[in-house]
T-cell receptor, first 110, second 115 residues
Framework: DAKTTQPNSMESNEEEPVHLPCNHS???????IHWYRQLPSQGPEYVIH???SNVNNRMASLAIAEDRKSSTLILHRATLRDAAVYYC???????????FGPGTRLSVLP | NAGVTQTPKFQVLKTGQSMTLQCAQDMNHNSMYWYRQDPGMGLRLIYYSASEGTTDKGEVPNGYNVSRLNKREFSLRLESAAPSQTSVYFCASSQEGLAGYNEQFFGPGTRLTVL
């Protein structure tokens, strides 16, 4: 089973980088690590995923520890629109029994 | 493409009443999911369907039933609603890729209150 832990909240100034950590110490060696975010009053939206190496896309970067027990979502320049709750996601057991972490509420200060 | 749609958007029930939440996706995805999100909390998986004709329990299935009507539609039924089921319900869909890669697309949610 994948048990994930995340800090409850974080704060950043606009235009500064933000590093959002997630511990997933029980993740399977073959499972991808996914990150989602949820803007106020909306459903979650996909941000990024990775398996073993660092990943970049237009929204963010994902740094994965060598032992895969933790990962860090990196927003290179936070904007006010990035204020959201960020979730890492793992798998519970087998199949598509996915488990979201508790989420980190990111506040971005102007 | 509409993506994932859910009906209704809001619902108020009395304890013991029943209702069905509807979800449809137009992305030809194989997998569909129902989650609940209690106030100030994260998402918890209720049931999922890996393909048409199959359903499996998630983390919190008690008090719910599901039906995968066809590839597009996945409904969630509350047979006898309880106040503890007051929550926002999200439907999602995905197309499974290699080794568990799973980008899920979420609907806008149904806000349910049980009095």
């Amino acid at each position: 089973d994948a048990k994930t832990t995340q800090p409850n909240s974080m704060e950043s100034n606009e235009e500064e980088p933000v590093h959002l950590p997630c511990n997933h110490s029980t993740i399977s060696g073959t499972d991808y690590i996914h990150w989602y975010r949820q803007l106020p009053s909306q459903g979650p939206e996909y941000v990024i995923h990775g398996l073993t190496s660092n990943v970049n896309n237009r929204m963010a970067s994902l740094a994965i520890a060598e032992d895969r027990k933790s990962s860090t979502l990196i927003l290179h320049r936070a904007t006010l629109r990035d204020a959201a709750v960020y979730y890492c996601m793992g798998r519970r057991g087998y199949g598509q029994n996915f488990v979201f972490g508790p989420g980190t509420r990111l506040s971005v200060l102007p | 493409n509409a993506g994932v749609t859910q009906t209704p958007k809001f619902q108020v029930l009395k304890t013991g009443q029943s209702m069905t939440l509807q979800c449809a996706q137009d992305m030809n995805h194989n997998s569909m999911y129902w989650y609940r999100q209690d106030p100030g909390m994260g998402l918890r998986l209720i049931y999922y369907s890996a393909s048409e004709g199959t359903t499996d329990k998630g983390e919190v299935p008690n008090g719910y039933n599901v039906s995968r009507l066809n590839k597009r539609e996945f409904s969630l039924r509350l047979e006898s609603a309880a106040p503890s089921q007051t929550s926002v319900y999200f439907c999602a869909s995905s197309q499974e890729g290699l080794a568990g890669y799973n980008e899920q697309f979420f609907g806008p949610g149904t806000r349910l209150t049980v009095l």
